[in-house]
């Protein structure tokens, strides 16, 4: 394997009693049992016997808590990225299951005029470009080790779609992009490679009650 690697991470799970789209709304932090699988992923990354020479975070809290433990684990500074971080959702806020769910209110089905954009949210093209330019800025202003970055769902998903040359249009529930998995990625010359996918909070997420997704 290459003597560097590119972690995409996803945080752990949120506390979210309520259930809501929380998109990018501050003040969504990790649930007890979202830090044991922030907890998992940076031991699985500090047991890989890899040196880590850079780790970066999506601003939102989730992420920021999720990274902690691997900056701890790793003895490395956590940088902010702005780029990875949760795409905007028009849907913040409101109920994404259960009775009032969002979906099934007829006021808001205009929004699934376009799921291919998507017409909810920021399109599809424009989250892999931010992805792929925090990406190859990494990358190339990183000498000696892996770098990792602590992201969501969508953008590592939509990146995965984007590397494989898949159309990036997708049935949101359907995301191979688990709780605190890991999503590694290699450069080589000017095309980026998926290498491997990891579920080091396996164990966990069946106790989880917020999985994401949208």
């Known amino acids: 394997m290459s003597d560097k690697l590119l972690h995409l991470v996803r945080h752990g799970e949120v506390h979210n009693p309520d259930r809501v789209l929380y998109g990018r709304i501050p003040g969504f932090r990790l649930s007890e049992l979202g830090h044991r699988m922030a907890e998992a992923a940076a031991l699985e990354l500090a047991g890989s016997d890899r040196l880590v020479a850079r780790l970066l975070a999506s601003p939102l809290e989730r992420a920021q808590q999720s990274a902690r433990p691997i900056a701890s684990a790793l003895n490395l500074e956590i940088a902010t990225e702005d780029r990875i971080i949760e795409p905007t959702n028009a849907f913040e806020g409101m109920v994404k299951s259960g009775q009032g769910t969002v979906f099934k ?82 450069k080589r010359g000017e095309r980026w490679f998926e290498v491997e996918y990891r579920t080091p909070a396996a164990g966990l997420t069946d106790e989880a009650v917020d999985v994401g997704a949208v």
Not at 144 to 159: E, F, N, R
Not at 166 to 184: E, Q, V, Y
């Open 105 to 186: 209110n007829p006021r808001y089905w205009y929004r699934f005029a376009n799921p291919l954009r998507p017409s909810w949210g920021e399109p599809y093209r424009q989250i892999a470009s931010r992805m792929r330019e925090a990406m190859d800025d990494a990358w190339e202003t990183t000498r000696g080790g892996d770098i990792v970055m602590v992201s969501h769902q969508a953008p590592i998903w939509v990146t995965h779609l984007d590397v494989a040359g898949k159309p990036l249009a997708h049935n949101p529930a359907k995301r191979r992009c688990d709780l605190s998995s890991i999503t590694t990625f290699e």
